[in-house]
């Protein structure tokens, strides 16, 4: 059961990745992006407004990796008997926290590579997909010299969000 979810979840990031790419305009000609449009086209194509946007954010992949979330679990609605509720809550969880999990690894990647001359490309095209997350923060903390710590507050700001949601969602959020 554990490796079903796990499946699960990487389907989910990997549309939501799909959706961060978009949004952020990352170079199109790039193989990971190349690889990503490939892998989620035939999905995408099937909805009836692929185009769906909220200002320059696309919710395309995020509403098929909602769906999947929400398939999920119905599936284990019937055959476990859980409450609507339940489901709902579970759905949310997965969803939330597969984002999480992408954000972080995403800017860990970018931070990681930055340090190594023959990574500098990959460091830029990361960039250019976390650029929509950090570009908040660096209008308020700008890069000091060469030092941008706006990868630091980011993820210190998803930790403490991590902790916000384990209050709320309680059991739930430990279930993934």
């Given amino acids: 059961m ?10 989910v990031m990997l549309f939501q990745l799909r959706s961060l790419l978009q949004s952020s ?7 990971l992006t ?11 194509k099937r909805l009836p407004r692929r185009g769906l946007h909220i200002g320059s954010f696309y919710l395309g992949g995020f509403i098929v990796a909602l769906f999947i979330c929400m398939a999920t679990f119905g599936a284990l ?8 509720q339940e489901m709902v809550i579970l759905t949310l969880v997965m969803f939330i926290k597969s984002f999480g999990y992408l954000v972080i690894c995403l800017l860990f990647a970018q931070a990681l ?17 976390t650029a929509i997350i950090t570009a908040p923060v660096q209008k308020i903390i700008p890069p000091i010299g060469m030092i941008d710590i706006s990868l630091m507050v980011v993820l210190i700001a998803i930790f403490a969000l991590n902790r916000l949601f384990f209050g709320i969602f309680g059991i739930y959020w430990l279930a993934f």
């Fill in 2 to 11: 554990y490796f079903l979810f796990l499946a699960v979840q990487a389907l």
């Fill in 25 to 31: 305009s990352a170079d199109y000609y790039h193989p």
């Fill in 34 to 44: 190349q690889a990503v449009i490939k892998l989620t086209d035939p999905i995408i």
């Fill in 77 to 84: 609605f019937f055959s476990f008997k859980m409450s609507v």
């Fill in 113 to 129: 590579s930055s340090w190594l001359p023959s990574t500098r490309a990959f460091s830029f095209y990361v960039g250019q997909i």
